[in-house]
């Protein structure tokens, strides 16, 4: 964290290589969290270098070291909520509405994660982003609600909301295979 | 429930974005320092600028007391001559009545 302190403030002097470590070091996570929203790897691509340009308009808002991190995230989930809004021609499919996925049988793992990560892109955004804030980023309920700026127990109940709903579209999807 | 979750932990992990994305977002980056550093050294400017000005200041107004240190003193030294100059005629003058008086005194006593 000290690093990271040391990139932030040579970056606030101007120093592009500081600020090149430091996109280097979170690209990973803002680039997975954008791809896991959005589903669109071009898009995400976009997206995640939009939101370090935003980092570096922004660089003396970031305090410290450990601000940057969360600061990220919620840079990068409002943008993602943000985009889906905007994005009405691609109409988001709501969960129920989803087709169900067909796993061959004896599909491997890979396709079942994968029908996994299109169910949980289906979700509504707020849910999608406590989602994937919480086991992509392993963010608990407290850090995840100040993220996003909401109540915790809200983020609970979404969080427990949205596993009900990914928990009935599995189930639906081994009666189906059975 | 655990299940799902550790479903979901497998599935939503993190990937790298396409190579070459730091080089990309830094392509983006302005050339130019951000725009708070040239603000910093304006501030710096401006405290060095107050600070010389203020102990330039505070110089001038230390020669004005000590010009008017030496003046008070130069005052004094001359009032002093003057009081001295005043005692010393005040003293003859004392001395000389002192003088006449006991002459008249003398004089007197002879005359009787």
């Given amino acids: 964290m000290e690093l990271v302190g040391v990139l932030l403030d040579r970056s606030v002097q101007g120093d592009a290589s500081a600020f090149a470590g430091i996109v280097r070091a979170n690209q990973s996570m803002v680039y997975s969290v954008a791809w896991s929203f959005l589903r669109d790897a071009a898009l995400a691509d976009e997206l995640a270098q939009d ?21 990220l995230r919620r840079v990068t989930v409002n943008r993602c909520i943000d985009r889906v809004r905007k994005r009405k021609r691609e109409a988001l499919v709501a969960l129920d509405d989803a087709p169900e ?78 | ?16 974005p396409p190579p070459g994305f730091a080089e990309r977002v830094m392509a983006r980056v302005p050339r130019r320092p951000p725009v708070f550093a040239w603000w910093r050294q304006m501030a710096a400017i401006a405290a060095l600028l107050v600070v010389t000005v203020s102990s330039a200041m505070y110089e001038r107004h230390r020669e004005v007391e000590r010009r008017r240190a030496v003046e008070a003193s130069h005052e ?37």
């Fill in chain 1, 51 to 71: 939101v370090f340009l935003e980092l570096y308009r922004n660089l003396r808002q970031i305090e410290s070291g450990a601000h940057l991190v969360p600061w």
């Fill in chain 2, 76 to 112: 004094l030294i001359f009032a002093l001559r003057l009081t001295a100059a005043k005692l010393d005629r005040v003293q003859y003058r004392v001395a000389r009545s002192s003088a006449v008086v006991k002459v008249e005194r003398d004089e007197v006593k002879g005359n009787l």
């Fill in chain 1, 101 to 178: 996925p067909s796993t061959p049988a004896g599909e491997a793992d890979p396709f079942a994660s994968e029908q996994l990560r299109r169910m949980v892109a289906s979700l509504p955004e707020t849910q999608r982003a406590i989602v994937i804030l919480r086991y992509q980023e392993d963010m608990d309920p407290t850090e995840i609600a100040s993220v996003l700026k909401m109540p915790v127990n809200t983020v609970k109940s979404k969080l427990h909301r949205a596993l009900a709903l990914l928990r009935g579209k599995l189930e639906r999807r081994e009666e189906k295979e059975s």
């Fill in chain 2, 1 to 16: 429930m655990n299940d799902l979750e550790d479903l979901l932990r497998n599935a939503l992990e993190r990937r790298e």
